[in-house]
């Protein structure tokens, strides 16, 4: 699945499978993590965040099941 790259300072890029809800995230450091049982709704409002940082921290982070793949 292709990664959507974003202009961030702690985020290079996502992607989001709708078929198992799964959010991968690579971040500046190259650690790369998938996120598990993460809604559509969300991941649109990801996609439209004013800074991806800030979405990442305040909905995402320590709210989803999650492990490192890279």
């Known amino acids: 699945m292709k990664m959507f790259n974003v ?9 989001y499978c709708n078929e198992s809800k799964v959010m991968c995230i690579k971040f500046i450091s190259d650690s790369e993590y998938a996120y598990y049982d993460v809604p559509e709704t969300l991941h649109s409002e990801f996609m439209n965040a ?3 940082g800030k979405f990442f921290n305040a909905y995402i982070k320590n709210r989803y099941n999650y492990i490192k793949i890279n």
Not at 7 to 15: D, M, P, R, V, Y
């Open 7 to 15: 202009a961030s300072s702690c985020l290079k890029g996502f992607n």
């Open 50 to 52: 004013d800074s991806y």
